[in-house]
């Protein structure tokens, strides 16, 4: 048996109210890195499901940056260290360099990807000149009295730098090595957020919270003009040049994108992202780049929601727009056809998104979604059901890709959620409540010990229990659960529940990392051996033979389990930096897709079932 990475459906980046996201793009125009969460991601312009996955950092990762020859990328997190690896298969680590003792803002490579400039909030320094293959000083930053937010390098000799801070002001730098030059305060009345040197060096442009966008000669610091004025009516937060250095494009916290024209110092076109009118704050426009050595002349910008949007020159609205989650994915479902070809996931900010496995495109369910952290999905007959921390039961039309109408208000915090021949069960921290026809129809109450899992196959309903139980009832017409059997070996607290597709089997994971299969009809033991998992059990899945199950836990790790050889696992280690909140079997059962506290979702392929 073994178990591989057929594909990783990327998170959206990461982004915070007030600040820029930092997008880079390599020289030929093709690929796209950002940060998300603890990862960085490497993803395809035209194929955002071919994708590589770093996770070499330890803490959040804020900025990464491909070096202009394309072969590397470097990458800040918040702890205030920089790590400079391969771009390619984003494994190999060049070298890991301690800058500053805060966060990371913003990286820039020279034109001969040889020598790297990170800035961000430090305690004794704001930023550091270093190169990229050992490290070794080649300069300093100086001169600001504030946290440096963004940092360009010119890309031809002579060098210059440029550094923009909270303190107004614009430090240029003379290299190499690196040292500062000259100070250009006043012209800003605001926090300076972003800068960028042409591709020819001749300008350099800053922009900032004050909306203004500032123009200097590329070679000497000093101010030329400034333009724009009036235009933008929020935080200009971005900057990025196109090849010919005669435009560049901003993104604003006022919803928009403009492309400019220098010369003429004018707004050429205005995307504006969120209808028309009226305020809405997932789409401010935090970030922005102009892709180079493309012919298509795409523009791509980045909305506050993670929204990436495809944008060319002279198409009024965006000819792609790329969803996906940047918080936890805290909830795995798969659509209720039964051919595993479409995902629901819900994350911990409460967004739920519909992805097609085979293409890899994820797209946010419309409506009114949780307002907190999904707990789990389960789906029956062209409907998903998802159970949130909003203390809520909703339900989503698979075909329309929306939420229906009702939702249904719980009397206590979701544990978990089942379906099966047209009901709907969900276990509360109070007891079971039963949905039938969009209506609560039934209730058990259990005052000895708190349901902690559930799962619903024909007419069996099982409960994982807080003294360690799991057990079985059977539903009548009149939608009563009657207690069939109880059983009582778990050592830990029951945390995953799953029956095989034909019923016969039950999968009982706990918290202390180990599985029970169990027989439906006597709850007698078939193997207790899938004991491989460290941390909580979170999530078990039972392919459709029955034979073989797929279980993920908080100790990262994905493993596919054997009834006929309990000893012969396969594992992927590592699945899912912060744990795995998911699986699933997908694809006609020969794919497994897994989730978890990395906001991505996999596909692995399995061969050689034994």
């Known amino acids: 048996m073994s178990i591989k990475i057929d594909k990783i459906l990327a998170a959206s980046p990461v982004t915070a109210r007030g600040q820029p996201t930092q997008l880079s793009t390599d020289a030929k125009g093709e690929r796209i890195t950002y940060a998300s969460g603890k990862s960085v991601f490497v993803r395809s312009i035209d194929d955002p499901s071919t994708c590589k996955q770093y996770t070499g950092h330890t803490a959040q990762t804020t900025v990464a940056r491909f070096s202009p020859s394309g072969f590397y990328i470097a990458s800040g997190d918040v702890s205030g260290s920089v790590r400079v690896w391969d771009s390619i298969e984003a494994v190999n680590t060049k070298g890991e360099y301690h800058i500053i003792s805060g966060r990371i803002n913003d990286i820039a490579w020279d034109g001969d990807s040889q020598r790297i400039i ?49 303190d107004m002001a614009m430090c240029f730098l003379h290299g190499a090595p690196f040292k500062f030059n000259s100070k250009s305060a006043g012209l800003h009345k605001g926090f300076v957020l972003g800068t960028a040197f042409s591709p020819d060096g001749n300008t350099l442009v800053t922009v900032g919270a004050d909306k203004k966008i500032q123009l200097y000669d590329g070679k000497t610091g000093e101010p030329t003009k400034s333009i724009g004025e009036g235009e933008h009516t929020g935080s200009i937060f971005a900057v990025s040049w196109a090849k010919d250095s005669k435009k560049f494009v901003t993104a604003s916290a006022d919803q928009t994108v403009k492309l400019w024209d220098v010369e003429a110092g004018q707004a ?175 209730k058990l109450d259990l005052s000895e010990a708190q349901p ?30 009657t207690q069939a059997h109880e059983a009582n070996n778990s050592m830990a607290q029951i945390s995953a529940l799953a029956f095989s597709k034909d019923g016969s089997l039950l999968a009982a994971g706990n918290t202390a990392g180990k599985i029970y299969a169990y027989r439906t009809d006597s709850l007698d033991v078939v193997t207790d051996r899938w004991s491989a998992h460290t941390g909580r059990v979170v999530s078990i899945a039972w392919n459709d033979a029955g034979t073989h199950a797929v279980s993920g836990a908080l100790d990262t790790n994905v493993f596919v389990w054997s009834l006929a050889k309990p000893g012969a696992r396969v594992k992927a280690l590592n699945a899912h930096k912060d ?32």
């Open 118 to 166: 990170a800035v961000g909030d430090g305690r004794e320094r704001f930023g550091h000149c270093i190169t990229a293959d050992s490290g070794n000083s080649v300069g300093e930053v100086s001169g600001h009295s504030k946290v440096v937010n963004s940092v360009a390098i010119r890309p031809m000799r002579p060098l210059r730098a440029a550094t923009v801070s909270d």
């Open 268 to 442: 050429t076109q205005t995307w504006r992202f969120g209808g028309d009118g009226g305020v809405s704050i997932p789409d401010q426009q935090v970030g922005v780049v102009w892709p180079h050595g493309r012919s298509d002349g795409l523009i791509i910008s980045l909305s506050l929601s993670g929204d990436l949007n495809y944008l060319i020159e002279g198409n009024p609205k965006p000819t792609r727009v790329v969803q996906g989650h940047n918080k936890s994915i805290t909830a795995l479902g798969v659509g209720s056809d039964g051919k595993g070809q479409t995902l629901w996931t819900g994350s911990f900010d409460g967004r739920v998104c519909n992805w097609d496995v085979s293409s890899g495109i994820g797209t946010v369910v419309d409506g009114q979604s949780h307002t907190n952290q999904v707990t789990e999905f389960a789906s029956s007959t062209g409907r998903a059901y998802s159970v949130g921390w909003d203390d809520t039961l909703r339900i989503v039309d698979e075909s329309a890709n929306t939420f229906a109408g009702e939702t249904f208000k719980l009397s206590a915090q979701p544990k978990g959620v089942a379906s099966s021949d047209g009901r709907v069960y969900v276990a509360t921290i109070a007891g079971v409540e039963i949905y039938a026809k969009d209506q609560l129809a039934g």
């Open 452 to 481: 902690t899992a559930i799962a619903a196959q024909g007419s069996l309903v099982a409960v994982g229990l807080s003294n360690n139980a799991v057990r079985l009832y059977t539903v009548d017409s009149g939608n009563k659960l």
């Open 579 to 610: 744990g795995v909140n998911g699986v699933a079997w997908v694809h006609g059962g020969n794919k497994i897709a897994s989730s978890g506290g990395d906001a991505a979702i996999k596909i692995w392929s399995v061969e050689g079932l034994q």
